[in-house]
Nanobody
Framework: DVQLVESGGGSAQAGGSLRLSCAPS????????MGWFRRSPGKNPSGVAF???????TYADSVKGRFSISRDSDKNMLYLQMNSLQPGDTAMYYC???????????????WGQGTQVTVS
């Protein structure tokens, strides 16, 4: 089974930084597209960023220039570096992976349990 475990969430002040990590297992990591999503209470998940199997990245307009997604194939990890955090970034953040779909829509087949980020 594919499993994704997020970590690194927490509280930060506006202008601060946090780094989220996602540890995937149960599949050939390098062949999957992987993304980060977030969901605020009462809202649908929205795509934050994704990285394709070839390393190419795409970001939502709301986080461009502030967030950076990366994957470390040696450590089998996915990261989201979040800088210049704003209160509007407060949400539950989820890691997602899929062998075929790659984009900012919530169409991935595999999801983690999420990690909370709160910015004040």
């Amino acid at each position: 089974d594919v499993q994704l475990v997020e970590s690194g969430g927490g509280s930060a002040q506006a202008g601060g930084s946090l780094r989220l990590s996602c540890a995937p297992s149960g599949y050939t990591y390098s062949s999957y597209c992987m993304g980060w999503f977030r969901r605020s209470p009462g809202k649908n998940p929205s795509g934050v960023a994704f990285v394709d199997s070839d390393g190419s990245t795409t970001y939502a307009d709301s986080v461009k220039g502030r967030f950076s997604i990366s994957r470390d194939s040696d450590k089998n990890m996915l990261y989201l570096q979040m800088n210049s955090l704003q209160p509007g970034d407060t949400a539950m953040y989820y890691c997602a992976a899929d062998p075929t779909y790659c984009g900012l829509q919530a169409l991935y087949n595999n999801w983690g349990q999420g990690t909370q980020v709160t910015v004040s």
